[in-house]
């Protein structure tokens, strides 16, 4: 009997390794897709000045992609929730930031970049035009972050251009 231990525990620890595997629900190559931008970064403007910090990590079991944003304009924070929706089949964003401004946006991957676009809003002008975010995962290990209003086909602003380098 003692010398069947050992094969009964490695059975009983196989068995309990391969059920949290199986109950992983967000563990799929879809729920992946945007994990190029997991870790913590120094962001930089367009003109290279600096624009902030972000800490981007997986929560809730690999359900949520969670950004903490923390702005060099004294006092400005952010946070966001990004996850793969299955019902919808598309990635989406929500954003509240401490000043209470809020975007909800939607969108997939796209090559080597994650498009995600809010939905049509009509401005005092009774213009349509929608917010689109698009994050590029560079060769280097940056990610370009761009967001640009659009009205119609064109751009009618950009919000934000910033460049993502790690922090070691």
């Excluded at 359900?63 to 990635?91: A, R």
């Excluded at 929500?94 to 676009?117: P, S």
């Excluded at 349509?128 to 209003?149: K, P, S, Y």
């Amino acid at each position: 009997m003692k010398t069947h231990l050992p094969i009964v525990i490695a059975l009983i620890f196989s068995i309990s390794v391969i059920s949290q595997t199986q109950n992983c629900n967000c563990c799929t190559e879809k729920h992946s897709e945007f994990d190029f931008w997991i870790g913590t970064w120094e962001v930089t403007n367009k003109d290279g000045s600096k624009a902030g910090k972000n800490v981007i990590k997986k929560d809730q079991d690999n359900c949520v992609l969670q950004e903490n944003w923390t702005s060099t304009t004294p006092g400005y924070t952010g946070t966001s929730n990004n996850f793969y929706n299955l019902k919808t089949k598309q990635w989406e964003q929500i954003w509240i930031d401490n000043q209470g401004a809020t975007l909800h946006m939607k969108g997939n991957k796209v090559g080597n970049q994650m498009i995600l676009r809010t939905d049509d809003e009509t401005n005092a002008e009774g213009k349509i035009f929608h917010h689109r975010i698009t994050w590029t995962a560079n060769d280097d290990g940056t990610v370009r972050q761009l967001w640009e209003t659009i009205s119609g086909d064109k751009v009618v602003a950009v919000a934000f251009d910033g460049l993502y380098k790690k922090v070691e």
